[in-house]
């Protein structure tokens, strides 16, 4: 079965950066797209960020445009979400999740999340 | 941006009862939606996608309709291990959007 194990969370001062990796495993990890998404304390899921599998193309929501950069190393298995110019309302727990080989696709199966703290 | 749309919010079944919870889209999504259940501090579990193909694993009592703007989850029957957060979701446009989500209780 898919395994997804994100880690690299904690708590960050506003303005901070974090980098969260996400360790993929039981699949071809360069075949699919991969996607971070998030859910803050008591809310619904946000969508933040898309990668395909070659890492040629990647998307954002526009709140984290410009500040977060999602890349993976398919020699590692890994994929990254670099998170620069943190800000109080990025506080949430950030979901790795494996789409398809195609990004416009579904998101498959998801990790058990890692929870990022903004706060002073 | 595509605007996802559940209702109701909460839904209060008795096990064995039929639930329906409904999607709505801001605009047309094709068959570019999935549906995701949530149990309190677990990560979302895809049911659904293309609008009504079951994932790997997901039991026959989960159903999914719809297509362009209005979408429909179906559980048949509901069973103690259904009550969850129910979320459904667009991946046919940049940004992809979620539902709000509908919670489903023990009537």
């Known amino acids: 079965e898919v395994q997804l194990l994100e880690s690299g969370g904690g708590l960050v001062q506003p303005g901070g950066s974090l980098r969260l990796s996400c360790a993929a495993s039981?699949?071809?990890?360069?075949?699919?797209?991969m996607n971070w998404v998030r859910q803050a304390p008591g809310k619904g899921l946000e969508w933040v960020s898309t990668?395909?599998?070659?890492?040629?193309?990647?998307y954002y929501t526009d709140s984290v445009k410009g500040r977060f950069t999602i890349s993976r190393d398919n020699s590692k298995n890994t994929l990254y979400l670099q998170m620069n110019s943190l800000r109080a309302e990025d506080t949430a727990v950030y979901y790795c999740?494996?789409?398809?080989?195609?990004?416009?696709?579904?998101?498959?199966?998801w990790g058990q999340g890692t929870l990022v703290t903004v706060s002073s | 941006e595509i605007v996802m749309t559940q209702s109701p919010a909460t839904l209060s079944v008795s096990p064995g009862e039929r639930a329906i919870l409904s999607c709505w889209a801001s605009q047309s999504v094709s068959s570019n939606l999935a549906w995701y259940q949530q149990k309190p501090g677990q990560a979302p579990r895809l049911l659904i996608y293309g609008a009504s193909t079951r994932a790997t694993g997901i039991p026959a009592r989960f159903s999914g309709s719809g297509s362009g703007t209005e979408f429909t989850l179906t559980i048949s029957s509901l069973q103690s291990e259904d009550f969850a957060v129910y979320y459904c979701q667009q991946y046919n446009n940049w940004p992809r959007t979620f539902g709000q989500g509908t919670k489903v209780e023990i009537k």
């Open positions: 999740a494996k789409g398809g080989i195609v990004v416009v696709a579904a998101t498959f199966y």
């Open positions: 990668i395909s599998g070659s890492g040629g193309s990647t």
């Open positions: 039981r699949f071809t990890f360069s075949n699919y797209a």
